[in-house]
């Protein structure tokens, strides 16, 4: 039998809380700060930055259901305080403005006082919620039948306001009723039973099946984490949490996880997209429409089905450089009778590429990130490379790191696959602003130089 989810609503609160933040500080400055004679338009671009790079820095929007309330109420004061601090700042740069402490004093605290009640009215309200209508749980299972591990398990069943719904034991050692299988069955179980989480006590787990099992958590979207103890983990960076007194690792997720970085990579996602759209797509898609039009019969531009985003469909725009026909599926060669003569000019060129600026501003997209595949490359290397499945973790990119390294283009080798796979978990782990300006960069001066597998 497998296990039914309902009312899963998490990946809401955050963005929610995000908005409520924004909506408070924009409207209270705007009442309180209106007689200061400041330039409004830039100080809320100023506010609104500088709110979420303390945030980033403080990691105040990063509470989990395990999160207490001390530890929310510090995240609070520390924002607060920093932002107060940079509110002050503005002052001495705007010759214009009034500095007013009253009016900076009124703001803080009304603020303060409205965000602080609304997070703990959520905070609360969302403990007692999953308490009444068990919503929101999430699936857990603990490897190891250790002291820790039934610690654990206590805590799962004591705090019935964490949400979580615990199925079982695995374990190699013992046997009993609370133990559902061996070590080796866990991947299956979690499978079939839809869990979001393992437990690991790494008492009872090899180096080379812990492993094995991280790759597999990777590859199916499952969190796992650990009860420590004296053994090393050695793969991976991690950060630890408390279940009441009860400490847990969770292997760190990257950077591009943090809803403050997806915003700002969205930002400049919009802002950029925008730019091409129209300084360059505005006059590009007249032109290049009459060019194709006259070479070969057929619509100017194609769209594709990739995997995007947590492997959802989206449908991905090109330039169309081939004469119609039937395989679709099947990726361009080296000298594709497909491939119109204008249609080489635009491959080469990456010219055939740039309509992906309008997925780039419809959210399907990033300007950087691992490129889609066909569904036909995901379905013959998602089992075969490992952590391939990994690149779906994040939005697919017009350009990426694999492709300014050299590995773009026909897939010849499995060898092939497995070199821009590990570019792309590399670009996910590693991932700066700086980084993906570099890239941008490289694209644009690959572009003039010409590639070799560009065709």
Not at 253 to 277: C, E, M, W, Y
Request: net charge positive; proline share 4%; charged share 25%.
């Amino acid at each position: 039998m497998v296990a039914q989810q309902t009312g899963r609503y998490s990946k809401y609160i955050r963005p929610i809380n995000i908005i409520f933040d924004l909506i408070v500080i924009t409207a209270l400055s705007l009442f309180f700060f209106r007689e200061l004679k400041l330039n409004i338009f830039y100080y809320l671009i100023y506010q609104t930055s500088t709110w979420f790079l303390i945030a980033i820095i403080v990691k105040y929007y990063e509470v989990f259901r395990f999160t207490t309330p001390v530890e929310i109420i510090t995240k609070l004061v520390k924002q607060f305080s920093i932002f107060l601090l940079i509110v002050i700042a503005f002052f001495p740069f705007a010759k214009t403005a009034i500095f007013s402490g009253k009016a900076i004093a009124i703001f803080l605290t009304l603020s303060f006082i409205i965000i602080v009640g609304f997070k703990y009215f959520l905070f609360f309200y969302l403990k007692k919620y999953r308490i009444v209508t068990g919503s929101n749980f999430r699936n857990a299972v603990i490897i190891g039948y250790t002291p820790e591990a039934i610690r654990l398990k206590e805590v799962f069943e004591n705090r019935k306001d964490y949400g979580y719904r615990f199925f079982g034991y695995f374990s190699d050692k013992i046997k009993n009723p609370e133990v559902l299988g061996k070590i080796n069955e866990i991947e299956k179980f979690t499978t079939d039973h839809l869990i979001d989480e393992i437990y690991c006590s790494l008492n009872e787990i090899s180096n080379e099946k812990l492993k094995e099992l991280v790759e597999f958590a990777d590859d199916n979207k499952k969190a796992i984490k650990f009860i420590p103890d004296s053994k090393e983990i050695f793969s991976k960076n991690l950060k630890i949490d408390y279940y009441e007194l009860f400490p847990v690792l969770s292997l760190q997720k990257t950077q591009l996880h943090n809803p403050i970085i997806k915003g700002i990579k969205r930002a400049f996602d919009v802002i950029f997209s925008i730019l091409v759209i129209t300084l360059l797509l505005s006059w590009l898609i007249p032109l290049l429409s009459i060019l194709i039009k006259l070479e070969s019969k057929g619509p100017v531009f194609f769209k594709q089905g990739r995997p995007g985003l947590d492997e959802e469909e989206f449908f991905c725009y090109k330039f169309r450089s081939m004469q119609l026909n039937r395989f679709t599926e099947q990726e361009a060669s080296k000298n594709d009778p497909r491939v119109t003569r204008l249609g080489k000019f635009m491959r080469k060129t990456s010219i055939d590429e740039l309509p992906q600026f309008f997925n780039v501003l419809l959210g399907d997209m990033s300007v950087v990130g691992p490129r889609p595949h066909l569904w036909s490359q995901n379905k013959a290397y998602a089992s075969k490379i490992k952590k391939y499945m990994v690149r779906h973790y994040v939005k697919p990119g017009v350009t990426g790191l694999a492709q300014v390294k050299g590995f773009r283009g026909e897939i010849e080798t499995e060898e092939d696959m497995v070199n821009r796979i590990k570019l792309d978990v590399f670009y996910i782990e590693n991932w700066s602003m700086i980084m993906d300006l570099k890239i941008i960069f490289q694209t644009v001066i690959n572009i003039f130089k010409g590639e070799e597998k560009a065709y």
